[in-house]
Structures are given as structure tokens and as C-alpha cells.
């Protein structure tokens, strides 16, 4: 178990393991690596988005008991790129070296249920939900819970595992597209905004969160993030005392986002906690003074945690395997725009739905950060390039008078 290692600071040239070897875990192996630190992978899959950017990629299943015990004695300490490892993994590496977050955050956030009568148990306002186990108990909960969603409790994610029920005659066919034998149905709320807060916690204590993250979903995926969110001061206070809050009941070590929903009427309600840094989180790396990746790093070393100040607004929008459907996007466009980052994940084969990369867009405000973020996303799409603004004319005159 984690607890049995004493708290201490992992410095720069310490060996971080990380369970998970996606964007999440590549965009971390970078902080890290920019921080002076060896970082080693476990990953089911070789050559993976985080397996390309460390130092070592050790390739076995998770259930490789003898695998993942190897990986742990040959690292300081261990991290996970998301919530999904299983429990039996973690145990078998923290036999040999601190992980964080440990195994009493996972059995409570891989499972929607237990997560959603934690949050209720510990006084913070969900939507109202009902566990399912049949459709009986379906057909039941759906009288005062409809329209709602019904998910899977475990793996779902980016709209798998879900289906929404509108009216009564949906019922059977929602039951039967999750083929499980346990889910949870979930009430539909009269939403004004999603957002999400992403924070730092320590072993010691010590917490720091980034300001609120408004975000827009398509067909159930993250589309656009952009920050600031607009939220009012008492929105943005009562969000961040909730994330503190969670964090220190689940005694999170690392970093954490929660995707909070608010109602029409002002009632702000927690949807899910992401134990592990975020997509929404994404567009700190061009725009704060330390990255939601870097803090991580930081909070798992047991180092002091860096200033989340934003440096300016800034709006993130998602790249989908969509972008390939025509060849090689023309990646010229975006990158003839000079306030626009782009980071491309590695992924070999692009899919519909699957995430690829994504595109930060800065600007001297939140609503042209997204104008230019989505039309930066539209130009890859068209290989046109985007019209310049007033601001981008400027530059581009100042920087042709300095050449």
C-alpha cells in the first residue's frame, strides 16, 4: 500500500513510472522531462503516444502481475495517466514504490455509483440517479427520472457506455445497447453551462486549483474549453471549496478535475470526478504559468506546487480522427496563425471520434480565443487559411519591419 512509504521529495533525475501511455501520459512525460526527470511507461500497446517522448516503454498487459512488479522496482515513485487501471495493478506496483492517486481513490471513481453516493454521502449536490440491475428497477426509476441517461458504471467515457431515454418507449432499447448488468440512470437537468475545475493536491495537504474551464460537449465528446469562464465570483469560489473538499476526503495525491454542471436556476451540481489531469485542462500548457501536467509532476514528487495565474485567455479545441477523413490534414494553416499552438498526440491511425491532437488558441479575450480556435480547427478541415484580425495584421507588420 502507498501509506507504507514515508513522505518524501523526488528530485529532478529521479525515475517517474507512469501506469497508462495515452496523450495524458505523453503530455506528462514531457513536463517531466523538461523538469529533469527520467520517466518510464507501462503500456499495453507498443509505441504508444506517451512510449514515443519517454525513456523507457515497458510493453505488457495489466494484468501481468510479474510485469508490473519489475516496472515498479526500477522506478522513485508512480503516477497514473487515468482512473481506469485496475485496482490489482496498482497493489502489485505499490509493494515497490509510492502511487499516486492509491487505490481508495480508484475504487471509488471507476465506479459511477459508488462515486455518485460518495459525493451525496459527503453533502455535495448531484443530479438525482438510481442505481439499475435490471429493467425492472429500470422501468421503475424511469418514472421519476425521465428524461435522464443511463450508463454503464464502469469504463465509459466520451459517450460509450450511454443512452439517453427521453420517453417511455425508449426504455427496452437503452437497457439492451449497454449489454450490462449494472448501470446507473441519471436525471437530465435544465443546464445553463458545464464546467470543470483542475487542481493540485499534495501529500502534506497543500492544494491549488486553476479557475473554472467552461466547456461545450459534441455528440458527447469535449469540443470546445476556454478560460476565463465567465462564471461569477460566488460560481467560481463554491466550485473550488467543493474540488478542495473531495480531494481531501479522498486524500488525492496528484492532480484532479471535477466536471461540475450548472442548472438555470443556479444550483451547481458535481456530473463526475476524473482523477488524473484532463482534456479540458489541456489548454493550461500554452496559457498559465504552470501547466495541470507540471503540477502533477510536482505533486507527486512532494515538490511546492506552481503558480496557476493564466497569462491570457485562452480557448482549446479537440482534433478527431474526422480532421483525417480526406488525407493529411494541411497542417500549414494552423500553423501560419501565430497565436495558435498545436499538439498532435502520435496516434498512427485516426478514427471517427478518436481524440488526435488539439489546437490553443490566445487572445486578448475568451470569445476571440474561440473564434480563433475554431477557426483555426475549420482551416486544417478546408486547408483555407483563416482570415487575419486586425490584431494578427499588426503583428505581422511588426514582424516583417524586424526582418
Not at 439499475?132 to 422501468?139: Q, T
Not at 449494472?182 to 436525471?187: F, G, V
Request: aromatic content about 6%.
Amino acid at each position: 500500500m502507498t501509506d507504507s512509504f514515508p513522505s518524501r521529495q523526488f528530485l529532478p533525475d529521479a525515475t517517474i513510472g507512469v501506469l497508462g501511455s495515452g496523450q495524458l501520459g505523453r503530455m506528462f512525460a514531457i513536463a517531466a522531462k523538461q523538469m529533469g526527470y527520467q520517466v518510464h511507461v507501462f503500456s499495453p500497446t507498443p509505441q504508444s503516444p506517451a512510449g514515443q517522448v519517454a525513456d523507457r516503454e515497458v510493453h505488457a498487459a495489466y494484468d501481468n502481475i510479474q510485469a508490473v512488479e519489475e516496472f515498479a522496482r526500477n522506478v522513485d515513485v508512480i503516477t497514473l495517466e487515468f482512473e481506469n487501471v485496475p485496482v490489482s495493478t496498482v497493489d502489485a506496483a505499490a509493494q515497490y514504490a509510492p502511487v499516486h492517486p492509491g487505490r481508495n481513490v480508484l475504487e471509488t471513481t471507476q465506479h459511477r455509483l459508488l462515486e455518485k453516493e460518495f459525493l451525496k454521502g459527503n453533502g455535495i449536490p448531484v443530479a438525482g440517479f438510481a442505481a439499475i440491475k435490471s429493467l425492472e428497477d429500470l422501468h421503475q426509476a424511469s418514472k421519476t427520472l425521465t428524461p435522464g441517461v443511463l450508463k454503464t458504471t464502469t469504463l465509459g467515457y466520451d459517450g460509450k457506455g450511454q443512452a439517453v431515454i427521453g420517453h417511455a418507449d425508449e426504455i427496452d432499447s437503452a437497457w439492451s445497447s449497454l449489454e450490462t448488468d449494472e448501470a446507473i440512470l441519471e436525471a437530465f437537468i435544465d443546464l445553463d453551462c458545464e464546467f470543470s475545475v483542475v487542481a493540485a493536491r499534495c501529500g502534506d495537504g497543500r492544494f491549488k486549483a486553476f479557475d473554472p474551464i467552461r466547456n461545450e460537449h459534441r455528440h458527447h465528446i469535449l469540443d470546445v474549453s476556454v478560460s476565463p469562464s465567465g462564471l461569477s465570483e460566488e460560481i467560481i469560489l463554491r466550485a473550488t471549496e467543493i474540488t478542495g473538499h473531495v480531494m481531501q476526503k479522498l486524500d488525492v495525491v496528484g492532480v484532479l478535475c471535477i466536471e461540475f454542471f450548472l442548472s438555470r436556476q443556479g444550483e451547481l451540481m458535481v456530473n463526475e470526478i476524473a482523477p488524473r489531469c484532463h482534456n479540458s485542462g489541456h489548454l493550461t500548457i500554452d496559457s498559465h504559468v504552470t501547466s495541470q501536467f507540471e503540477q502533477q509532476v510536482r505533486a507527486v514528487c512532494g515538490l511546492s506546487l506552481g503558480s496557476t495565474r493564466q497569462k491570457e485567455p485562452a480557448a482549446m479545441v479537440n482534433l478527431l480522427g474526422d480532421c483525417w477523413e480526406s488525407g493529411t490534414p494541411n497542417w500549414s494553416t494552423v500553423l501560419s496563425i501565430p497565436e495558435a499552438k498545436l499538439h498532435l498526440y502520435g496516434k498512427s491511425t485516426p478514427a471517427a471520434k478518436r481524440k488526435m491532437g488539439h489546437i490553443t488558441a490566445l487572445a486578448a479575450n475568451p470569445e476571440e480565443a474561440i473564434r480563433r480556435a475554431v477557426g483555426a480547427r475549420e482551416a486544417v478541415h478546408s486547408g483555407q487559411p483563416l482570415p487575419k484580425s486586425e490584431e494578427q495584421d499588426d503583428a505581422l507588420t511588426t514582424d516583417a519591419k524586424s526582418c
